[in-house]
Nanobody, 123 residues
Framework: QVQLVESGGGSVQAGGSLRLSCAAS????????MGWYRQYPGKQREGVAA???????SYADSVKGRFTIRKDNAKNTVILQMNSLHPEDTAMYYC?????????????????WGKGTLVTISS
């Protein structure tokens, strides 16, 4: 059974940085697309960044140049490094595992979600 556990959320001031981690277990981690999504209150989840099994990445326009997604295959962990944070980045952030990277950015065929970690950016 696939399990994803996020960590690293918190509160920082605008312009600051946070690093989110997603620890994966229960499946062949390296063969999956891994994605980070965020959700604002009352809104649908939206893709923030995703990384495919071959290392290909995709980012939402709103975070390009500020966020970086990478995999640590030795630790079965996907990391989202978030720099130059804006108040509008405040949201619940979720990790997901799926089959393949698609535009969005997103992972097609998501079969697991983490429980989320809250990111709060103050102005």
């Amino acid at each position: 059974q696939v399990q994803l556990v996020e960590s690293g959320g918190g509160s920082v001031q605008a312009g600051g940085s946070l690093r989110l981690s997603c620890a994966a277990s229960g499946y062949l981690y390296s063969s999956y697309c891994m994605g980070w999504y965020r959700q604002y209150p009352g809104k649908q989840r939206e893709g923030v960044a995703a990384i495919d099994s071959d290392g290909s990445t995709s980012y939402a326009d709103s975070v390009k140049g500020r966020f970086t997604i990478r995999k640590d295959n030795a630790k079965n962990t996907v990391i989202l490094q978030m720099n130059s944070l804006h108040p509008e980045d405040t949201a619940m952030y979720y990790c997901a595992a799926g089959d393949t990277l698609v535009p969005g950015p997103a992972c097609y065929g998501i079969n697991a979600w983490g429980k989320g970690t809250l990111v709060t950016i103050s102005s």
